[in-house]
């Protein structure tokens, strides 16, 4: 009788299937994962693979982000009902509003959101390049969508603009406060702090470090510190235990554990890559709409 994780390895092979796993997915997911990355590093290397069947290990707005950017590929996304919280918050009307309000604004989104309100959107964005995105922008005036959080922390780093942000969050980010950290340094006192820019400002500006997944990921590698205080989602400890074995790692509250991420468990994996399910489908006009800012974020000189 074969494990679960030969069987997933076997039908890989034999439908030429890649896996792409977030950061935030559970340890046994990224162990069968055949890429581990950030939303951005995902979107990317799913554009640029040979496979036929992408199985995107994330939320709902990855696999459509991949699938908008594949459109001939079979793109699955293991449990349909993983979405999120902060895509949900922008809804279509409030974005119409606020078009309506700042006419003469770039409209910058958070690949955390819907295919319809990519579609209205001048660019899109991830945690990663959010920075390099705004700056690059000729406009002085610049929407973002849908996390007032990162919206602040980006406004934080580029003062030439004029950025109006929005009420949406990440409901497991927000939850962290100032006391949180506090109380983790208190234990840990030499520890550096490191968090992302979906957490609120004043919690932001106790971090040491803030980048996307990846960037923290990349910054703790290259640190001469041993020990961190982590304030991002609980599943990015994985990766960390096995690239710095040697290195130490707090979660700031146990709390950080973001349940849709969790969903896709290994038999979910297995049968979807068995049964060929759940496939993401786009309608064609939307996608076409909503792919040009989503192109426009990956062109190089903006990334
Ligand atoms: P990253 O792009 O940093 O991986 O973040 C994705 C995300 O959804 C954070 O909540």
Redesign the pocket.
Known sequence: MLKPEQKIAELKQAKKAVVLA???QSKEIQANADFVG???EMAKKARDLEADVLVICG?SFMAETVKMLCPNKKVLLPRPEAG?F?ADCATLEKVILLKEKYPQAAFVCY??SSAEVKALSDICC???NAVSIVKGLKEKQVVMLPDGNLALWVQSQVLQKEIIGFNGY?D??NNITKEDVLKAKDKHSVAVVVA?P?VRQEVAQMADFVG???KIVNFIGESSAKEFIIV??EGILNQLQLKYPGKSFYLVSPSLV?TSMKMITLNDLYIALLKEQYEVEINADLSRKAQIPLKRMLEDHLV
């Open positions: 977030h950061f935030y950030d939303s951005l939320v999120c902060l690949v955390n991830t945690s990663a990440c497991c980010h992302h979906e996307s997944t990846a991002t989602e973001c």
